[in-house]
């Protein structure tokens, strides 16, 4: 069974750092293309950053230059690195894994989401 965890949520201050793990199990990680959505109360699931499998990244334009992705195909974990939070960062924050094959994605696994509340 596809597994995908996220951890690393918690309670931060406006312009502190935060980073996020996603362990996944049930894959060849590798391969895949690994994402991290946010979801705010009310508010649309929205994309908040990306790393394919060759190691190319994309973010979302509300936190791009403030947040990092990367992936670690060893341990089988990718990471989103979180700075200069503010009060529009808070969310539930979910991990999401997806192949392409002849441009048509396959998977769209999803873990369970990890709370991140900035707040003073």
């Known amino acids: 069974q596809v597994q995908l965890v996220e951890s690393g949520g918690g309670l931060v201050q406006p312009g502190g750092s935060l980073r996020l793990s996603c362990a996944a199990s049930?894959?060849?990680?590798?391969?895949?293309?690994m994402g991290w959505y946010r979801q705010a109360p009310g508010k649309r699931r929205e994309l908040v950053a990306q790393?394919?499998?060759?190691?190319?990244?994309n973010y979302g334009d509300s936190v791009k230059g403030r947040f990092t992705v990367s992936r670690d195909n060893a341990k089988a974990t990718v990471y989103l690195q979180m700075n200069s939070l503010n009060a529009a960062d808070t969310a539930v924050y979910y991990c999401n894994a997806f192949r392409t094959i002849d441009s048509v994605q396959l998977g769209g696994f999803w873990g369970q989401g990890t709370r991140v509340t900035v707040s003073s």
């Open positions: 049930g894959i060849i990680f590798s391969i895949y293309t």
């Open positions: 790393v394919t499998s060759g190691g190319s990244t």
